[in-house]
């Protein structure tokens, strides 16, 4: 029988070793995986779902960051997790991508 009141799994029952943001402090950017980045982005998750389950979902869904990029504000919010705050938080941050990659090129 499954109770009721069994907590959900959140990022902060994770070691604090393996929470992201924690992770990032002690390790770099360059030792989070993908989900974990796209979950510091997205900051919290929903009931049932932690930000690291979301951002899992959100890169199975459209296979990579590259396949993330560019998907407009509807496509984002068909994900449950993302509402309005984060599917225009992870639209701002893939258009300041794009805006260095373009300053990049433009300096070569």
């Known amino acids: 029988m499954i109770s009721k009141n069994k ?3 959140t990022i902060k029952d994770l070691p604090e070793d393996q929470r992201p943001r924690e992770k990032l402090l002690k390790y770099g950017a360059e030792s989070l995986t993908d989900s974990e980045l796209l979950a510091i982005i997205l900051r ?3 009931e049932g ?3 690291i389950d979301i951002a899992n979902e959100i890169l199975s869904n459209f296979g990579s960051f590259k396949g993330l990029a560019g998907r407009n504000i509807k496509e984002l919010q068909n994900i449950k997790g993302i509402k309005g705050v984060k599917a225009i938080t992870i639209a701002a941050t893939f258009e300041i991508i794009r805006r260095v990659v373009n300053q990049i090129l433009d300096e070569k």
């Open 44 to 46: 919290t998750g929903v």
């Open 7 to 9: 907590k959900q799994k």
């Open 49 to 51: 779902k932690s930000a």
